[in-house]
């Protein structure tokens, strides 16, 4: 319970801290999202400017401690204000979710599968032909842009091949339903970005299980369970990979709570309606109200997933509940 306590107790401290950065920043900058509004207007008077810091919920004249409090109470109850085109941002934020989830947040999970079973094995068969070719190379893949990935996925797949739409989310003349041949095109669309997430985030994840794997096999009770004639895939799960595994819970996390945010490259390349290609077009409208409502999204999200990394964690090492 003391674990768990002070867990909590760093969450709610981060968040408030996260929550007060995301209040202060916008009104560190000069004017306010009606100004922003109107800077891309002409001739626009003064009350139209009113009528607009009413409807953001901008009052220049009012306490800024009162200010503050307000804006608490707004994000504990979801109201983040609307955008530039009158609509909600939480409803904004949750027509986006669910593309973001679907895509980005099952390619990260696929890939970190991928690179935790991969970089087991190479380090299990150590010198072995597949520790000699595939770690190399999804390192080298790894290294390159994310856009440029898929852009090479694209000429090859969507272009030269043309097995693949190169973008959106589904057809212009589908339907939106639960029906399978509506299912099957959405997944048809999501193969190209999916995989381009894949093939680029994998090797960091194989080099980094791999390097884990192979500091632990030389640990004592490693050694132990082989002098006693353990079979060889319990001691490479139970015995190795199990703690090897456990560096890499915090930084998968992380790493998903960011995904959570949106992968912008990949959503952008694709014209991908997610949350990412939502962050990229408010800030090209300078849309202050969703670009807030998105940060308080991303820290919420990496938020979450780091203290459920840390509570798995503790479940499965013991050890770090006293740390």
Known sequence: MTYLRRRLGLFLVTLWAALTINFALPRLMPGNEAQAVLATLHGVNP?????????????????????????LGNCFTGQLGVDHYGIPVVTALLQALPWTLGLVGIATVLAFLIGTLVGILTAWRRGGRMDAFLPPLLFIVSSFPIFFMGLVLILIFGVMLNWLPIGGNYSLDATPSLSLPFIGDVITHAILPGATLVVVTAGLWIFSMRNNMITTLAEDYVKMGRAKGLAPWRIMLDYAARNAILPNLTGFAMQLGFVLGGAILVEYTFSYPGLGYLFYTSTTLHDLPMMQGLFLFYTMAVLVCVLAADLVTALVDPRTRDA
């Open 47 to 71: 009350a139209a400017l009113h009528a607009l810091e009413i409807e953001f919920g901008v009052n220049v004249h009012q306490n800024i401690i009162l200010t503050y409090l307000q804006y």
